[in-house]
């Protein structure tokens, strides 16, 4: 079975950027679509991007379009989520989860194989 361990998140002040990461082992994510969520404390968890199998297609939350970049490398079987001018707002800890429905769905049910998320902190 197929698990993902998140990482790179941390604490940053606003304006800045981050990088996550999200590992792959026990199995490929070539053939899944893979997202990334976040979740507050006390909220729904929330979708935040998304990308293709193949890494042509893209989908993101409009409160971080123009701001977060998703992209993929399949030769390292890994995620990746580039997060720039970085808000309070942003401040959450993301998950990413492979999409086991379809790239007509984004919702979180549509995912599987989450990983433990990782923390990203933006101060103001």
């Known amino acids: 079975q197929v698990q993902l361990v998140e990482s790179g998140g941390g604490l940053v002040q606003a304006g800045g950027s981050l990088r996550l990461s999200c590992a792959a082992s026990?199995?490929?994510?070539?053939?899944?679509?893979m997202g990334w969520f976040r979740q507050v404390p006390g909220q729904e968890r929330e979708f935040v991007a998304a990308i293709s199998r193949s890494g042509g297609l893209t989908n993101y939350a409009d409160s971080v379009k123009g701001r977060f970049t998703i992209s993929r490398d399949h030769t390292k079987n890994t995620v990746f989520l580039q997060m720039n001018l970085l808000k309070p707002e942003d401040t959450a800890v993301y998950y990413c989860?492979?999409?086991?429905?379809?790239?007509?769905?984004?919702?979180?049910?549509?995912?599987?194989?989450w990983g433990q998320g990782t923390q990203v902190t933006v101060s103001s």
């Open positions: 026990g199995g490929t994510i070539s053939t899944h679509a």
């Open positions: 989860a492979a999409n086991v429905v379809g790239w007509r769905s984004m919702a979180e049910s549509s995912f599987d194989f």
